[in-house]
């Protein structure tokens, strides 16, 4: 009886791949690990940004308690100058750390804000409003946080003058 050897019989043999398939799926893994990269730090970045933002929530809202503790025992309410006045209104007694390595400021309104320029609130709202500054002015854009937009200020809701966000005839809903 003969035995059939394919490999010396003149048959093709596909024992493997060929070097530019293999080539092939290494590029096409390669896009699509650079893909998967450019994403998760997209969402790492988010996620830094949204924690900071929860911060200087608290440290907002620490003020609040600190202006309101001051104005019973003293009759005249201040807000705190430094976060080691706030530490008693604070989880755990400390004042929060930004995870992208800023340092808070306390402001002399009680506001808060970072000393990383991407975790400013201010800058979030976005969109075009046309006014005239009186609170009359239409425009769509972003809503931001409590009312701050692009230097104006006002209560949550309302866009004063040329605020950005859904803006009209002075007030949004944010």
Same mark, same amino acid.
């Given at each position: 009886? +003969?035995?059939?050897?394919?490999?010396?019989?003149? $048959?093709?043999?596909?024992?493997?791949?060929?070097?530019?398939? $293999?080539?092939?799926?290494?590029?096409i893994i @390669?896009?699509?690990?650079?893909?998967?990269?450019? +994403?998760?730090?997209? $969402?790492?970045?988010?996620?830094?940004?949204?924690? &900071?933002? /929860?911060?200087?929530? /608290?440290?907002?809202? /620490? !003020?609040?308690?600190?202006?309101?503790?001051?104005?019973?025992?003293? @009759?005249t309410g201040?807000?705190?100058?430094?976060?080691?006045?706030?530490?008693?209104?604070?989880?755990?007694?400390?004042?929060?750390? &930004?995870? @992208?390595?800023?340092?808070?400021? $306390?402001?002399?309104?009680? +506001?808060?804000? &970072?000393?990383?320029?991407?975790?400013?609130r201010t800058? !979030?709202?976005?969109?075009?409003?046309?006014? *005239?500054? #009186?609170?009359?002015?239409? @425009?769509?854009?972003? *809503?931001?946080?409590?009312?701050?937009?692009?230097?104006?200020?006002? #209560?949550?809701?309302?866009?004063?003058?040329?605020?950005?966000?859904?803006?009209?005839?002075?007030?949004?809903? #944010?």
């Open positions: 009886m +003969k035995s059939r050897n394919y490999i010396w019989s003149g $048959l093709p043999s596909q024992h493997g791949f060929t070097l530019v398939e $293999l080539i092939i799926v290494i590029v @390669g896009i699509l690990a650079l893909s998967a990269q450019a +994403k998760y730090l997209d $969402l790492s970045a988010n996620a830094e940004r949204a924690a &900071c933002f /929860a911060n200087q929530m /608290a440290l907002e809202t /620490a !003020q609040t308690i600190f202006y309101t503790n001051t104005m019973i025992t003293s @009759g201040r807000y705190a100058s430094s976060l080691e006045e706030l530490a008693p209104n604070l989880r755990e007694q400390k004042a929060p750390v &930004c995870p @992208g390595g800023g340092e808070y400021q $306390l402001l002399s309104n009680g +506001k808060a804000e &970072c000393t990383v320029a991407e975790h400013s800058l !979030q709202a976005n969109g075009n409003g046309n006014g *005239n500054g #009186n609170g009359n002015g239409n @425009g769509n854009g972003n *809503n931001g946080d409590n009312g701050n937009h692009f230097g104006q200020t006002g #209560n949550k809701g309302n866009h004063y003058g040329n605020g950005n966000g859904n803006g009209n005839n002075g007030t949004g809903n #944010n």
